[in-house]
Structure formats: C-alpha cells, structure tokens
C-alpha cells in the first residue's frame, strides 16, 4: 500500500515536507454526497482525489536529486501509509449494488429438486382454484357441494403427490441428480456496485477451487431459537443444545438440491401447518403448508465465528408448497442448525459445510473495521472467505443491513452469497 512509491517519478527527490500528512487529513473537510442525496447511504467523497493531491506535490516539491540525497529515507514506513488510507477508509460508508445470480441453467438446475415439482405444481393449482372460488363467493366458508367438486379434485391430487414424495424420499429411492458447484453460479454485479472496492488484495488462495463445499452467509441473517415452556433443545443423545435457522441469503434457495446430491442422506418427511395470505385463506392442502426434511443422520458442519470454527449440524431443511408473499417473511426455504456450543446469533460469521468428511477447519478472523472482515480457514496466512457489509434506510425509515460474502478462487474474490434485510412497509 505504498501509495508514494507508485506516483514518485524518476529523477525526483521523494523528500516531501513534514505538514504532508496533516495536511491530507484535512484539506477535505466538507462532505458531499453521491447523487446529492444525504440518505442512509453518506458516502463520503472529497472534492480532491488521491492522484489530484499527489499531482500537487509533484508539481510543488518535486526537485532534483542531489548526489548525497538517499531517497528511500524520506518515504513514510508502509504502516504509516496503511494508517492515514485505513483511517479514511474507515470512514467512507460501502453502499453494496449487488444484482443477482443470473437466470441461467447452472441456476435452475440448482435451485430445482424434481422430486418437489409435481408437489409445487399441485398445490398452486389447487390453492389457486379454491381461492379463486372464495372470491366469486365472497366467503372463506365453501358450504356448496358444487364448490367442492370443481376443487377438491385438484387437492386431492396434490395431496397425492405428498404422500408419494414423503415415501419415496424415506425409503431413499428418490433420483439422484447432478448438481452445479455453488462457486459456478453467475452472480452478476451491476455497474453500482460498490463491493469490490472495499475488498483486500486476495492472495493465491487454492484452498476452494475445488468447490467441493456449501456456504451460508451469517449474521445479521442467522437467528437464535427459542424452544417452547421455557424447555431445552437436545440433541439425539439427549445433551443440551442451541438451535439456530436461517432463511433470508441466497444460498437458501440452493441448500436441498445440493445436500441431497452431495450427501444422500437419510430423511424423515413432515408435514407443517397452513401458511398465510394477505387477501384470502389460509394456504393449504388438507392442511399442510410446508414440507419438512428432517435428516435422520445430522449433516456436520462449522459455524465460522469470531472465536473460530465452531462444530454444529444441519437437522433440517422446510419449503413451503406456495410462496406466502406477505413481504416481511421469507418464502425461501427455512433452514434448522443445531449446536452443543452455547452460542448466540450475532457470534456466527457465516455457516461452512465441507463436503469432504474428513476436512479439517482452523479458522482465523481478520476484522479490520466494521465494514469487513476475512477469515482464514487452514491458517497458511492468506484469506478464503471475506465479507463486506453495508447499511440502507428501508421504506418504513428503519435501518437495514445489506450483506456481500466471498471465497477466494485462485487469488480472485469471487460472491459466495448475499443477504439483505426484508422491508416490511
């Protein structure tokens, strides 16, 4: 980060005056504000840029070179360079423009589970009809046989299709499909995004690049259970637990096709009551609104935190057979955790989970400033994961947080996951 190095033209003398530093901290008092809007957003800017003020003192101090002048002597150590950039850095809020994963067919044939499909199908053709038929009625009570015919047999197929799908996938003779890595979905950053630029170099990092592993990002999206009665949540063996669920980054639309490709584990099928609407009855098909995979085997994981990696296991994963559309809920699939550490939600940095049963995690944290934290996974000094966070003001005038992750891919960062606060109005 020698800044002064790389602008000292050749020939000229480095010596610079003593009030140089003071005089960068300062000369850019007053803000302003990209796009002139002071919002959540306040990114400072300054009306000079770094190369305008290394131009000046080109122009003004440079001079030639005597014969006993050493000019390495009057260059600033690197950690005095490091201090002044990180301290305005530090300062400069990240506004993150992310756009998404594009709409490929690494993405369908990620987020698509074929044996859910006729599931899905089902269901909406169901709900739809019977909602459909409330609102000619103007009632949620269907009293008239005739109602009853035209939609009972679509719930009865989609009912059908459940009961098909909870025995297929307990007997485990559900099909086994191929399945894209995480690390080859197309995330596609617009031209505002701004993530990038707060990012550390990345070192030649080959830890990844196999892209045998799946990646949850963490807090703020990771939230702590409560159990019922003031009860304890334990494990199969009877041991207390903490119990975790996520349902808001991403990667929570990819988790069930790729853990049931990489993993084929053992599951229990259960059904979960109604969902919700804002503008007709409950969502459901005798009943049930969600399907529950409770893995039988727990799948390990690591819990990335400030402290380290932290063991833990996956024991579910539920979709819901319709979105419920009601904004400030998630209609991504909900996912369970589960550990014997006592942890709480904000300790978990992200969710980590090695396809590789024997990997072994050492996991060392970097947390520079408050915008961004890199993390080291098998402690060779260079950085695998980084994270750049932001904040935004959401309709109702609370302050949302906006979340970026990355893995170092052969010394390039590379999005892992996203994650934004929902914006209940």
């Not at 669920?245 to 853990?259: A, D, F, G, M, R």
């Not at 939600?345 to 400033?369: R, W």
């Not at 950085?383 to 959401?394: H, K, L, P, R, Y």
Request: hydrophobic share 35%; aromatic share 10%; glycine share 6%.
């Amino acid at each position: 980060m020698n800044y002064f190095r790389a602008v000292t033209p050749t020939g000229c003398s480095t010596t610079a005056p003593k009030f140089f530093i003071p005089a960068f901290a300062f000369v850019h008092k007053k803000p302003i504000y990209l796009n002139d809007n002071p919002g959540p957003y306040r990114i400072m800017k300054y009306r000079l840029t770094l190369i305008s003020i290394f131009s000046l003192l080109i122009l003004f101090y440079c001079k030639p070179k005597t014969d006993n002048e050493d000019q390495t002597t009057a260059i600033p150590p690197d950690s005095v360079v490091t201090e002044v950039v990180e301290a305005q850095l530090s300062a400069v809020k990240v506004k993150i423009a992310y756009e998404g994963v594009a709409n490929d067919s690494i993405r369908l044939a990620m987020e698509t589970f074929s044996p859910l499909h006729d599931i899905y199908t089902l269901s909406r053709q169901a709900i739809y009809t019977r909602d459909s038929i409330e609102r000619i009625r103007g009632t949620l009570e269907l009293s008239d046989l005739q109602d009853s015919l035209v939609f009972a047999p679509f719930e009865t197929k989609a009912y059908e299709a459940m009961l098909a799908y909870k025995k297929s996938m307990q007997a485990g003779t559900a099909p086994h499909e191929a399945c894209p890595e995480l690390i080859q979905l197309n995330r596609v950053t617009g031209t505002e995004d701004s993530s990038t630029y707060a990012l550390p170099p990345a070192g030649a990092s080959q830890l990844l690049t196999d892209g045998n592993f799946f990646f949850l990002g963490g807090r703020p999206f990771i939230y702590k259970l409560s159990p019922e009665d003031n009860a304890v949540y334990t494990s199969p063996d009877g041991k207390p637990e903490t119990r975790f669920e996520c349902s808001v980054t991403e990667n929570t639309n990819y988790l069930l096709k790729s853990i049931y490709h990489a993993r084929h584990p053992k599951t229990t099928i259960a059904f979960g009551p109604p969902l919700r609407s804002y503008d007709s009855g409950p969502q459901e098909v005798n009943g049930i609104g969600t399907i529950i995979h409770e893995f039988t085997s727990r799948i390990p994981l690591y819990f990335l935190t400030t402290r380290g990696a932290v063991p833990a296991h996956l024991i579910s994963i539920t979709v819901k057979i319709v979105p419920e559309s009601l904004g400030c809920v998630s209609d991504q699939p909900r996912i369970e955790f589960a550990c014997a550490t006592s942890l709480e939600s904000e300790d978990i940095l992200a969710v980590y989970i090695p396809y590789q049963g024997d990997s072994k995690v050492s996991f060392t944290v970097n947390n520079p400033n408050s915008t961004v934290w890199t993390a080291d996974l098998n402690r060779d000094g260079i950085a695998d994961i980084a994270c750049v966070s932001a904040t935004f003001e959401g309709i109702s005038s609370d302050t949302l947080a906006e979340v970026l992750w990355f893995v170092n891919i052969q010394g390039t960062w590379q999005i892992i996951d996203w994650g934004q606060d929902l914006d209940c109005t």
